[in-house]
């Protein structure tokens, strides 16, 4: 085992068994995920096959009813079906140039496949951190086939438009002859802060992707969603990437249940991360974006190196089963480190003044470190 995978083992194992968990959740093993799975099974229902029947096709039809969306395709990855999505927009446009903000998701961590894969380019729509505005699409100096638009922006700290601000840069987008991509990755829980449903949301763009593991605790997967002729496409696509796999019965169930269980609590976790960055804001030299989050994950930032944050937090874990948060990453600032906060099932047993008293116990950590 290399250290680095020893690390992950370690720090899964620390989390895994402590009894308070602020950041996170207390990370489930095979065989709790196999009983997920397992719970999901109402009858005895035929497996998929080749991406056809079985669970994966309840799955399509049920993102589809929740979306409003005249079909879904299940994919084995956000990644894979992101790419298809925005070839189908230039295909049908005629147009090769993507409209992507510099944090979008192809743009940071895909290694450059949407131009590699599908030879499209990138019209870059603002340097600010947030989504565009739709003053700043109307200004864009060559026409665009897609714009795509990260709900929320994650690599920006989970920031989201307003709804008014959403329609208005959909409509200037759609006035300049471009499609509308949703990668909705996060959707889920953007509903509370858009004050829509997931269908009017769904609404506003030509397709949307959405995934089943970031938020709803699924194993992988991820479904693309539109109209007819969108997804008969991304099928064929979807074949030609690779990803129509033997069978998805797994993912798709985990998918379920997260869709089933963990998708009626994201209003809740949303809710109660604003107490959580509020008292976490009141830490010394803290600082939290956005304030108060849109959404249940924020970014807080914290006067110290990162690898004494999280030797804080791996020693506070394995010492006093207690998690803060982990993830810590060193900043362009010296000495000051910034975390991604996630608030799920398990900080609801936290009110203000337990985060309090737990941020109380990690820095105490810190300092005798």
């Given at each position: 085992m290399t250290g680095a995978?020893?690390?992950?083992?370690?720090?899964?194992?620390?989390?895994?068994?402590?009894?308070?968990?602020?950041?996170?959740?207390?990370?489930?093993?095979?065989?709790?995920?196999?009983?997920?799975?397992?719970?999901?099974?109402?009858?005895?229902?035929?497996?998929?096959?080749?991406?056809?029947?079985?669970?994966?096709?309840?799955?399509?039809?049920?993102?589809?009813?929740?979306?409003?969306?005249?079909?879904?395709?299940?994919?084995?990855?956000?990644?894979?079906?992101?790419?298809?999505?925005?070839?189908?927009?230039?295909?049908?446009?005629?147009?090769?140039?993507?409209?992507?903000?510099?944090?979008?998701?192809?743009?940071?961590?895909?290694?450059?496949?949407?131009?590699?894969?599908?030879?499209?380019?990138?019209?870059?729509?603002?340097?600010?951190?947030?989504?565009?505005?739709?003053?700043?699409?109307?200004?864009?100096?060559?026409?665009?086939?897609?714009?795509?638009?990260?709900?929320?922006l994650r690599d920006a700290g989970f920031v989201l438009p307003s709804w008014?601000?959403?329609?208005?840069?959909?409509?200037?987008?759609?006035?300049?002859?471009?499609?509308?991509?949703?990668?909705?990755?996060?959707?889920?829980?953007?509903?509370?802060?858009?004050?829509?449903?997931?269908?009017?949301?769904?609404?506003?763009?030509d397709s949307t992707y959405v995934s089943f593991y970031k938020s709803l605790g699924g194993h992988s997967g991820a479904a693309l969603a539109g109209d007819a002729e969108l997804v008969r496409y991304a099928r064929a696509w979807r074949h030609r990437h690779g990803g129509t796999l033997f069978q998805q019965w797994p993912a798709a169930l985990a998918a379920l249940a997260g869709l089933t269980h963990e998708l009626p609590r994201l209003a809740g976790y949303v809710a109660h991360a604003k107490v959580v960055a509020a008292a976490l804001a009141a830490l010394p030299g803290a600082r939290v974006h956005p304030a108060p989050p849109h959404t249940h994950?924020?970014?807080?930032?914290?006067?110290?190196?990162?690898e004494a944050l999280n030797a804080a937090n791996l020693a506070l874990a394995e010492e006093e089963k207690a998690w803060f948060v982990g993830g810590w990453r060193d900043t362009e600032v010296p000495g000051i480190a910034l975390a991604e906060v996630t608030v799920a099932g398990p900080a609801l047993e936290l009110d203000a003044d337990r985060v309090a008293d737990l941020a109380g116990r990690f820095l105490r950590r810190l300092a005798s470190a």
């Open positions: 995978r020893a690390e992950l083992v370690r720090r899964f194992a620390a989390q895994r068994g402590c009894d308070t968990v602020l950041s996170g959740i207390r990370p489930p093993s095979i065989r709790d995920q196999l009983a997920v799975i397992g719970a999901a099974v109402t009858d005895d229902p035929v497996p998929d096959f080749y991406g056809e029947g079985g669970p994966v096709e309840e799955l399509e039809g049920r993102v589809a009813e929740l979306l409003g969306t005249e079909a879904v395709a299940f994919f084995p990855t956000g990644t894979m079906a992101q790419q298809v999505a925005l070839r189908y927009g230039a295909e049908v446009t005629g147009r090769d140039a993507v409209g992507l903000h510099p944090l979008n998701h192809p743009l940071l961590h895909e290694r450059d496949a949407y131009a590699v894969l599908t030879g499209l380019r990138a019209v870059r729509t603002t340097d600010a951190p947030r989504n565009p505005t739709d003053e700043e699409v109307a200004a864009l100096d060559e026409p665009i086939g897609t714009l795509m638009l990260e709900l929320p008014d601000e959403l329609g208005a840069v959909v409509a200037a987008a759609r006035a300049r002859g471009a499609r509308v991509h949703l990668d909705g990755a996060r959707l889920w829980e953007s509903t509370v802060h858009l004050g829509r449903s997931l269908a009017e949301i769904a609404a506003l763009a994950q924020f970014r807080l930032w914290l006067p110290h190196p990162a």
